[in-house]
């Protein structure tokens, strides 16, 4: 007879980790950036499948249109945002020149390079923010390895004294 107790606890563990994975990168999940690049590439994802030829050939059909079309505005609009954002705050990023290229390929009407171009940029941020989340996360974990207070040797006294009131030079003592 199968050990169910056991059955359980692993998958009680399974669901504990994916719940721990979800809460650290919570605020990384519901970021706009993240919703909008999803939505996005999702959008692009449809547009490619009703209407390939679209993607290849320039020859896009009235659903794949409406589908790229869409991808491509709701990709640009966030750049767009974005690029403006950053000439406000002198802050010139690859956003600005994207945005040129999602206007211009908007305006002849080429969607699906567009929405390609917009949803290649989203993901690239997306991943720069995933491993920055990651390495806040990481130094957090860290930080809270760190006493609260430490014995140091200061003329030829061992006292035990505030991580903070740490100088350097000092002798730090590790008891084990």
């Not at 209407?51 to 589908?67: A, F, M, Q, R, T």
């Not at 002198?90 to 080429?110: L, Y």
């Not at 990481?138 to 014995?151: A, I, M």
Request: hydrophobic share 50%; proline share 3%; with cysteine.
């Amino acid at each position: 007879m199968p050990d169910n107790n056991n059955n359980d606890s692993v998958a009680g563990a399974a669901a504990c980790k994916s719940s721990h994975w979800l809460h650290r990168y919570r605020s990384f999940l519901v970021d706009p950036g993240t919703l909008i690049t999803l939505s996005c590439g999702i959008l692009l994802i449809l547009a490619v499948i009703s209407d390939p030829g679209g993607l290849y050939h320039g020859e896009v059909h009235e659903g794949g249109s409406i589908l790229y079309l869409a991808a491509a505005l709701l990709g640009s609009s966030y750049i767009w945002w974005s690029a403006l954002q950053g000439i406000r705050e002198r802050d010139f990023t690859a956003d600005i020149p994207v945005s040129i290229a999602t206007m211009a390929a908007i305006t002849i009407g080429e969607y699906a390079a567009a929405a390609v171009v917009a949803v290649l940029l989203l993901l690239g941020g997306l991943l720069e923010e995933f491993v920055a989340a990651r390495a806040n996360q990481s130094l957090e974990s860290l930080s809270s390895l760190l006493p609260d207070s430490v014995t140091v040797r200061r003329e030829g006294r061992d006292l035990t004294v505030c991580l903070e009131e740490v100088r350097a030079g000092d002798m730090l003592l590790v008891v084990l």
